[in-house]
């Protein structure tokens, strides 16, 4: 079984500042790993998939990297409504998949 | 425009049997997986299992094999996901979410699950 860790647990910025979030699996996972946010109340949303590509309405200012073992997703000046939870995910064995999500990242406001 | 509307919140007992909804519209539900993902109170979000409606293959997570069922009606356009005997541990929120062949590109509401005495 893939594990996901991600790093930091919270991480305290200030709008306009930049964002680096890690995500570590286990073993290699190629390319194929994607990154959610989630705000208080709200359902997650798919910004990254297959680690670079972002998802249909995602703002340029998201950008994922990384493939293996070591992933990174970046936001290049954070606006007020970037605070939230990231969350770092996994798919092998698709169809039917086995699915993993990492533990997850608070961006806070500093 | 894609979407998935969740049946609303239910509160049950210790030992009750419960099935939540999720609808899909704006696109060919039989075509796309459809995953189930509990997030408990405070914490992350967790796998639970799939579904493919189109012919009701299902697959599941280890940690959620044989406490849940996953079953689709594709003819109302409908998965769902059932419990036979709650628990308190139940409790949280659960999202179903569409496959679209990179990862879970939409998703439902949530529906809240509380279990208490």
């Known amino acids: 079984e893939i594990v996901l860790t991600q790093s930091p647990a919270t991480l305290s910025l200030s709008p306009g500042e930049r964002a680096t979030l890690s995500c570590r699996a286990s073993q290699s996972v190629s390319k194929y790993l994607a990154w959610f946010q989630q705000k208080p109340g709200q359902a997650p949303r798919l910004l990254i998939y297959?680690?670079?590509n972002r998802a249909i309405g995602i703002p340029a200012r998201f950008s994922g990297s990384g493939s293996g073992t070591d992933f990174t997703l970046t936001i290049t000046s954070l606006e007020p409504e970037d605070f939230a939870v990231y969350y770092c995910q996994h798919r092998s064995n698709w169809p039917p998949g086995m699915y993993t999500f990492g533990q997850g990242t608070k961006l806070e406001i500093k | 425009e894609v979407q998935l509307v969740q049946s609303g919140a239910e509160v049950r007992k210790p030992g009750e049997s419960l099935k939540i909804s999720c609808k899909g519209s704006g696109y060919s539900f039989t075509n796309y997986w459809i995953g189930w993902v509990r997030q408990m109170p405070g914490k992350g979000l967790e796998w639970m299992g799939i579904i493919y409606p189109g012919d009701s293959e299902t697959g599941y997570s280890p940690s959620f094999h044989g406490q849940v069922t996953i079953s689709a009606d594709k003819s109302i356009s409908t998965a769902y996901l059932q419990w036979d005997s709650l628990k308190a541990s139940d409790t949280a929120t659960y999202y179903c979410?569409?496959?679209?062949?990179?990862?879970?590109?939409?998703w439902g509401q949530g529906t809240l699950v509380t279990v208490s005495s």
């Open positions: 297959d680690s670079s």
């Open positions: 979410a569409r496959e679209g062949g990179t990862s879970f590109d939409y």
